[in-house]
């Protein structure tokens, strides 16, 4: 199995905390266990845009997965009322192609990237990082929960 | 899946199997509501929505059959094409549902999944047939730059007027990633880090232009960051590849692409030809009707635990009441003897708390085996559209009642039974269209599933409003099988005479055709109807319809309910019926036609007064509102106290003691209350009409 170096916030040596939203229970553990074994915590999950709203003004996540197809309000509308309340929220888009405009909108109301379902471990990892950029640091041999 | 350990997978993948089973039926339960409105762009979406979700789960796990069949439907699914292709749009949906279903059932037992071809021609056939527009490839690939520079004139100028005014002007040329398959977005990605760096000066190409055939991002940018952190911010992970970075000189020479032709991207042009193939042949896509058994025995495995295990540890619940009550026999008996011996409390105290503790293991375990009808119900929409297809008749189903919780094991064997009488109502039962028109019944058939707690039995009916059950005719049969004698026959009721349907000999006559004839015939109803301790007993007119009542046994149900007081008096109500709860002035109630009613946000909504059941009259000038559902009307029943929601193990009322059919049951509250169930649709049925005696009947329930 590849390890990841921990990822942690550069300002106070904590592990990263992420929310998760995703309609879909299987995709949210998926990418649970993935950002978990890069050394974060998940603060809060959510299975569709309203939902996902409080659990930003709960948690206030360093970083928020937010799928785009979903019931209730799509991730897009989330992702749009999220920037607007916290300019500084860090939102990445995830999922599959084919809903292109909605993509490009959700990166022109300031979400932060996108990545392509399904979902791969090292891609994640790398656009965390670039997402994070100062604001995280890559921690050697502190990958929480999957030590050898 | 080699990311993660192999135990994290399999626990991965019973979440997917379970997720996926779910997700498969919203896909059928969709597919059926697209075919009844065929077009209707919200469905649609519906649609395309489970079809992603169950597209990206099964590409996580692995499962490229899948996801790729699910990527084709997702992509051919727009409101477009449903408007043009109407009903065909759904037919092809529900056999790729049928597909997704075998490829799952091969998933889970680890065998080759079988082949999606035949609904990807279906869905091929399905975008072909408004024009080749859809799938016309674009020739006019645009010709990629590489990395190097060549500007237009103009954005030459754009550069140079920008250095001149002293300001730092950057080219960059970026590759983007193979693996990025939305161009577009890459490229909004690139805008996005730019606005970070500095001001966006040009970039080629710009918004509008066709992006899917572009493999580099060409742009100048005026920047006070140096070029190894522009080149590092630009370096957008997944998105693009490589980036090179270079101070503009103006007006230095302009650096000049060295290699010419930028490369095409291939594998896209490939991928529209290979579609135009299939497109040649496209068939016809068949319905399968066979699918619907399929479906029928597909588990479906909320619970996790094996029912045996609970059925096991609810014996021993049933154990230690039967020792409850022994212990508390003993100690009557030394009460009795002991009249003043302090240690009786004590007793007293603790048998208190251990029945009451018991209780609560008693409802819980009973709660871990109650789910709702629905899950069996919500099969059927499904059964009757392919059977009444096959036979040429037109049948819509009603379902009601599939919040009536049924026992998980129960509800499991049912599923076999009842789908053969909804077969069998359709296949005899409900006449062809033409027939029923000379009927002068509606040409549409109509199929009902209902469920409702009676007592301690759950009553599951299974109607047809068709020709009914002829019951000369059974008899006549029965006896030129030799099931019955001429003498026995003639001394028969209604009911044994019907019963003979029942019969192993009688049930593979030759009337059965090949809807129904699948070995399951109606004794095997009966038979299991048997093993579950329940009845079935039919009801049948000829020319109006049969009704198959299913009754099977259950020693405890629990709702969930709303407690209120009307009158000094506890009642419930099962809080599925329950909309909302509002207040009101008295003065805002209105008469019309001997009805009293509201104006509640725009909607006229007749009121009960349940205080009416009691003769008293409350002078409160604000009431409370409970607002029920039934069927699709609304009521609003007034009463004093609203006292809060509990689950209610419901109570058998004995017949003998309480004949009223305003009351469905009654529970016990922890503190020995009883309350009473009203049973909503006799209530307001009842109230419509002057109540005089109906007080009589619930005092004499509420004192039972």
Known sequence: MEQFAALMRSKDRQPIRYLVVDDSVFARKNVTKMVESFGGNVAGEAGDGCTAITEYDRAIPDIVLMDITMPQMEGIEAAERIIRQHPDARVIMVSSVGYQENIVAALQKGAKHFVQKPVKAEVLYEVIKYVMGEDAVAVEGAAAGDSK | MSFFSEERASELKDLFFESATELLQALNEEGLELEKHPGDPEVVRQVRRTVHTLKGDSAACGYSELSALAHELEDALTPELAKQQGTKVAEVVLNAADIFQHMLNAYRTNSPAPTGDRVLD?????????????????????????????????????????????????????????????????????????????????????????????????????????????????????????????????????????????????????????????????????????????????????????????????????????????????????????????????????????????????????????????????????????????????????????????????????????????????????????????????????????????????????????????????????????????????????????????????????????????????????????????????????????????????????????????????????????????????????????????????????????????KSKSNQKKIFIVVIAIGDRKFGLVVDKLVGEEELVIKALDDHLVATELVSGASILGDGTVVLILNLNSVVTRLGKSSADIDEQLTAGASA
């Open chain 2, 122 to 614: 279906a869905i091929h056939a399905l975008i072909s047939k408004p024009g080749p527009s859809l799938a016309e490839p674009v020739k006019s690939a645009m010709k990629a730059p590489p990395l190097g520079f060549e500007w237009t004139e103009y954005e030459k100028m754009v550069m140079a007027d920008a250095a001149s005014r002293g300001l730092k002007v950057i080219q960059l040329s970026l590759t983007i990633d193979p693996n990025c398959v939305v161009r577009a977005v890459a490229l909004q990605m690139v805008k996005n880090a730019f606005a970070d760096l500095g001001t966006l000066l040009v970039v080629v190409p710009d918004e509008g232009a066709a992006m899917d055939k572009v493999d580099h991002i060409s742009a100048a940018l005026a920047s006070s960051f140096d070029e190894e952190y522009i080149a590092k911010k630009c370096k957008i992970p997944a998105v693009i590849s490589d980036v090179k970075v270079e101070r503009y000189a103006p007006p230095a020479a302009e650096p000049v692409s060295a290699n010419g032709t930028g490369e095409i991207d291939h594998t896209q042009n490939e991928d529209l030809l290979g579609l135009d193939n299939q497109l040649d042949e496209a068939p016809a896509a068949e319905t399968e009707v066979g699918s619907a058994s399929n479906l029928i025995s597909a588990p479906e495995s909320t619970l996790r635990v094996d029912a045996e295990k609970i059925d096991a540890v609810l014996n021993l619940v049933g154990e230690l009441i039967i020792g409850k009550s022994m212990l508390t026999q003993t100690i009557n008996e030394f009460d009795k003897k002991f009249t003043k011996d302090p240690l009786r409390a004590k007793f007293a105290d603790a048998l208190a708390y251990q029945a009451r503790v018991l209780n609560d293991l008693q409802k819980s375990v009973m709660k871990v085996r109650m789910v709702p009808v629905e899950q069996l119900f919500r099969r059927f929409p499904r059964v009757v559209r392919d059977v009444s297809k096959a036979c040429g008749k037109e049948v819509i189903l009603e379902v009601s009642g599939q919040n009536t919780d049924l026992d998980k094991s129960i509800l499991d064997v049912l599923a076999e039974p009842m789908a053969h009488l909804v077969r069998n109502a359709i296949g005899h039962g409900i006449e062809s269209p033409a027939d029923r028109i000379a009927a002068g019944k509606p040409k549409i058939g109509t199929i009902k599933l209902n469920a409702f707690h009676q007592g301690n039995n759950v009553v599951i009916e299974v109607s047809d409003d068709g020709r009914g059950i002829d019951r000369q005719k059974v008899v006549t049969k029965a006896i030129e099988r030799g099931i019955v004698t001429q003498e026995d026959a003639a001394r028969m009721t209604e009911g044994e005479a019907l019963n003979l349907i029942f019969h192993p000999g009688l049930s593979t006559a030759e009337e059965i055709t090949s809807v129904s004839g699948r070995g399951v015939g109606m004794d095997i109803v009966k038979s299991v109807l048997e093993r579950l301790k329940g009845t079935v007993v039919i009801d049948t007119k000829v020319g109006v319809g049969s009704t198959f009542y299913l009754k099977v046994p259950l020693t405890l149900a629990i709702i969930k309910a709303l407690m209120f007081r009307v009158a000094e008096r506890l009642y419930a109500v099962p809080l599925s019926s329950v909309l909302e709860i509002t207040r009101a002035m008295e003065t805002e109630i209105h008469r019309v036609d001997q009805h009293e009613v509201i104006k509640l946000r725009d909607q006229v909504l007749t009121l009960v007064r349940l205080n009416k059941l009691v």
